[in-house]
Nanobody
Framework: QVQLVESGGGLVPAGGSLKLSCAAS????????MAWFRQTPGKEREFVAA????????YYADSVKGRFAISRDNAKTTVYLQMNSLKPEDTAVYYC???????????????????WGQGTQVTVSS
């Protein structure tokens, strides 16, 4: 089992920055990748960014490329999402996810991930 706890959400004006953190505990040595998704009411969960735990490859949704950056600590127990130049359309609940089943997952697919955090709210005011 892997437990994920997000933090760092909040209210920020358009153009501002925010950094989310996701602390992983439990069987973290079995994790292949971690990712961030986001969801707004009435919509499906949307891929934001992912990072391979095997190498350092990173993947981003087109909507956040050049503005968001995913990173991790050396112990591979925390993943971060630095969000810059935030827009009102970035407003959502952001979820951290971990994959412990597929060494080479389809990073953008919700079903690839077997562990999820509880989510943290990010609100960008216009």
């Amino acid at each position: 089992q892997v437990q994920l706890v997000e933090s760092g959400g909040g209210l920020v004006p358009a153009g501002g920055s925010l950094k989310l953190s996701c602390a992983a505990s439990g069987r973290t040595f079995g994790v292949y990748a971690m990712a961030w998704f986001r969801q707004t009411p009435g919509k499906e969960r949307e891929f934001v960014a992912a990072m391979s735990w095997i190498g350092d490859s990173t993947y981003y949704a087109d909507s956040v490329k050049g503005r968001f950056a995913i990173s991790r600590d050396n112990a591979k127990t925390t993943v971060y999402l630095q969000m810059n130049s935030l827009k009102p359309e970035d407003t959502a609940v952001y979820y951290c996810a971990a994959d412990s089943r597929y060494a080479h997952p389809h990073y953008a697919l919700v079903l690839q991930y077997d562990y999820w955090g509880q989510g943290t709210q990010v609100t960008v005011s216009s």
